[in-house]
């Protein structure tokens, strides 16, 4: 399995351990999550970087976009709180 070509945006294509849907390594082969059910499973352990990094790949499932989009919205909520005590 291939990385995902990121969009314009980005300069580089992720590989590896750095890759946001990086699965673990199988016979010495990177391995990424590509179904839907399995990237929502890792988005909501996302950090609010690693959700902005995921967001560059394309082409994404319009799902998956979704839920990184909302994780961001609840970390950025859960950050504003820990602020205002």
Request: aromatic share 6%; hydrophobic share 30%.
């Amino acid at each position: 399995m291939q990385a995902q070509q990121p969009n314009s945006s980005t300069a580089e294509v992720i590989t590896g351990k750095a890759h946001p849907f990086y699965a673990g390594s199988y016979g010495g082969h990177d391995c990424y999550a590509q179904t839907v059910p399995d990237r929502l499973e890792m988005v909501s352990r996302f950090d609010h970087a690693t959700c902005q990094q995921a967001l560059q790949l394309s082409p994404m499932q319009k799902s998956v976009v979704t839920a990184l989009e909302r994780r961001i919205r609840q970390l950025e909520r859960e950050a504003k709180r820990t602020d205002e005590k």
